[in-house]
């Protein structure tokens, strides 16, 4: 079965670049999910997308903003980069309105920042 | 707003041993609760999800309840297996399914 596709697998930065993550949901899910996830710490809820619309936002730096396409792909651009921005990105997909209805994750982009 | 906790923050037992992994949260008026497994560096693999109206949930070994009222849940793991080592998580989902995580039970199985 198909899952969550995040690209790229591993991405290495200098200080105030800008970098692109890239997420693809599942077939048929039409809500993704952004995470941030420090060393040792739980996943952080960044923004999220329903139906190509942004649907709730986190802790999301202003340096950052991300976008639903038309094909329900996500790309979350993060500008200005900062040494603290290293961390575990996830992208997780849903459908929304199943009451049993799984999230589910990708694999994730780590993203460190030199 | 919805805060999660997790006890033990980490637990290592010998093979074989059956363990509970314990979720609380807040507030009691949510949608699901899902229980996630996450190897280092890896993201997260879905192990059960437990509607608001249900109690339980089994697959395999694995085996959730949940008490909305008393705001708890608890993941069961049976006849524990090395390959059981990992960090498991609770997420509490409300009615507009916005996911809440806990901070996580690190799991170490001896063998």
């Known amino acids: ?64 903003s991300a976008q639903q396409f038309s094909d329900y792909h996500s790309e979350l651009n993060m500008s200005s980069l900062e040494l603290g921005d290293s961390a575990l990105y996830f992208c997780a997909s849903i459908k929304k309105g199943g009451s049993n209805e799984k999230l589910f994750f990708g694999s994730g982009t780590q993203l460190s920042v030199l | 707003k919805q805060e999660v906790t997790q006890i033990p923050a980490a637990l290592s037992v010998p093979e074989g041993e059956n363990l509970v992994l314990n979720c609380s949260f807040t507030d009691s008026a949510i949608y699901n609760l899902q229980w996630f ?34 705001g708890r849940s608890t993941l069961y793991i049976a006849a524990s297996q090395p390959g059981d080592s990992a960090t498991y998580l609770c997420a509490v989902i409300d009615y507009g399914q916005n996911f809440v995580f806990g901070p996580g039970t690190r799991l170490s199985v001896l063998p």
């Not at chain 2, 190897?39 to 249900?54: A, V």
């Open chain 1, 1 to 64: 079965a198909a899952g969550v596709i995040q690209s790229p697998r591993h991405l290495i930065k200098e200080k105030r670049e800008t970098a692109t993550l890239k997420c693809y949901p599942i077939p048929r899910h039409d809500t993704v999910y952004w995470y941030q996830q420090g060393p040792g710490q739980d996943p952080q809820f960044l923004i999220s997308f329903y139906e190509k619309m942004q649907s709730d936002k986190g802790s999301i730096p202003d340096r950052f």
């Open chain 2, 37 to 70: 497994r996450q190897d280092p560096g890896k993201g997260l693999t879905s192990l059960l999800l437990i509607q608001s109206s249900q109690r339980e949930q089994t697959s395999g070994r694995l085996n959730a309840s949940l008490d909305k009222s008393s």
